[in-house]
C-alpha cells in the first residue's frame, strides 16, 4: 500500500512539473514564431527594372538573418490596396500608385533592434530602395515581454522542483520509515551500509521509473487532446519539446527518487538504537 501511494503521489507531481516544462517550451516556440512573423518591408524606385529587383532579391537571400523573402509587385500591391479599400483595381484613376516591394522576414534571433540597426542601414544605402519599413517599436515591446514571461516561467519551474522533491522525498521517507526496523535488524548482522542501502534504493527507482513512465503517458493524452481541440497548436508544440518535457520528467523521477532514498536510508542508518524504536 505505502509502494502504491508513493507511486500516485510521485507521479501527481512529476504531471505538474512536466506540465510547467511542457508550457516553457511552448512559450518559446510561440515568441519564436512571432518573431519570425514580423515583416521588414523595402520599397522599391518606381523605374527599377526586373533585372535590377532580381538582382537585390539574389542578395538579399544570401544575408544569414533573411528567413523569408517575398517579392510584391505593382500590379500585386494595387491588388491588395483595393481589396483593403472595397474597391475594384479599375477604380484607380491613371498611372498605378503603388510601388513594387520585397517583404522581409527575419530569422527568429535577428528580430532585435540591434540586429536591425546594422541590417537596415546598407538597406537605405541602396539607390534603388527608397524606404524600408519595420515594426522596430512592437519588436521591442514583445522581446522585452518574451524575457519577462521567460523569467517568470523559469523561477516557477525552479520553485516546483524544489517543491516536487520535497513532497517525494517525504513520499519515500514514510516509505522507508515503515521499514526502519528492518533496517535496524540488518545492522545487527553486519550487513554493510551498501547492503542495506541496495534494495530501498532499487525499490526506489522502480517507484521513479513508473511514476515517470505514467506522468509522460498522461501529459501526452493531454497533449493529444489539447490538438485535438485546435490543430493549429500541432505547429507550436513539437518533437523537441516532448522530447524535452518527456526527459526532464523520466530524469527527475528517477533522481529525486534515488536520492531521497539515499538521504532517508541514511538517516535511519546513522540512528541510535533508542531513537529508532521512538522516531
Request: proline content about 3%; aromatic content about 8%.
Given at each position: ?11 501527481l507531481m512529476l504531471v505538474l512539473l512536466g506540465t510547467v516544462i511542457f508550457f516553457v517550451g511552448f512559450a518559446h516556440n510561440f515568441s519564436h514564431r512571432l518573431q519570425e ?191 485535438k481541440y485546435d490543430p493549429d497548436m500541432i505547429s507550436l508544440i513539437t518533437l523537441q519539446t516532448m522530447a524535452v518535457t518527456f526527459a526532464a520528467v523520466v530524469v527527475c ?27
Amino acid at each position: 500500500m505505502n509502494v502504491l501511494t508513493a507511486c500516485i503521489s510521485t507521479t501527481l507531481m512529476l504531471v505538474l512539473l512536466g506540465t510547467v516544462i511542457f508550457f516553457v517550451g511552448f512559450a518559446h516556440n510561440f515568441s519564436h514564431r512571432l518573431q519570425e512573423n514580423f515583416t521588414v518591408t523595402l520599397m522599391l524606385d518606381e523605374n527599377i527594372t526586373q533585372q535590377q529587383a532580381y538582382d537585390i532579391q539574389t542578395r538579399l537571400r544570401r544575408q544569414p538573418c533573411v528567413r523569408s523573402l517575398n517579392y510584391v509587385s505593382k500590379e500585386k500591391a494595387q491588388k491588395v490596396l483595393a481589396e483593403e479599400l472595397g474597391t475594384e483595381q479599375s477604380e484607380f484613376l491613371g498611372e498605378n500608385p503603388m510601388p513594387a516591394s520585397f517583404e522581409l522576414r527575419l530569422k527568429a534571433e535577428y528580430a532585435n533592434s540591434d540586429s536591425l540597426n546594422k541590417i537596415i542601414p546598407p538597406l537605405q544605402a541602396d539607390s534603388l530602395i527608397v524606404d524600408v519599413t519595420a515594426p522596430q517599436n512592437l519588436m521591442d515591446s514583445l522581446n522585452r515581454n518574451i524575457r519577462h514571461i521567460s523569467i517568470v516561467l523559469l523561477i516557477l519551474a525552479l520553485l516546483l522542483t524544489l517543491v516536487s522533491f520535497v513532497l517525494i522525498s517525504n513520499t519515500i521517507r514514510l516509505t522507508i520509515y515503515a521499514r526502519r526496523l528492518i533496517i535496524r535488524t540488518m545492522r545487527l548482522v553486519g550487513a554493510s551500509h551498501a547492503f542495506i542501502r541496495r534494495p530501498f534504493i532499487g525499490k526506489a527507482l522502480i517507484i521513479g521509473l513508473v511514476s515517470a513512465m505514467v506522468a509522460c503517458a498522461i501529459l501526452a493524452i493531454g497533449v493529444y487532446y489539447l490538438i485535438k481541440y485546435d490543430p493549429d497548436m500541432i505547429s507550436l508544440i513539437t518533437l523537441q519539446t516532448m522530447a524535452v518535457t518527456f526527459a526532464a520528467v523520466v530524469v527527475c523521477g528517477i533522481f529525486i527518487t534515488w536520492l531521497s532514498a539515499h538521504i532517508s536510508v541514511t538517516h535511519y542508518l546513522k540512528m541510535s538504537r533508542g531513537k529508532i524504536y521512538t522516531h
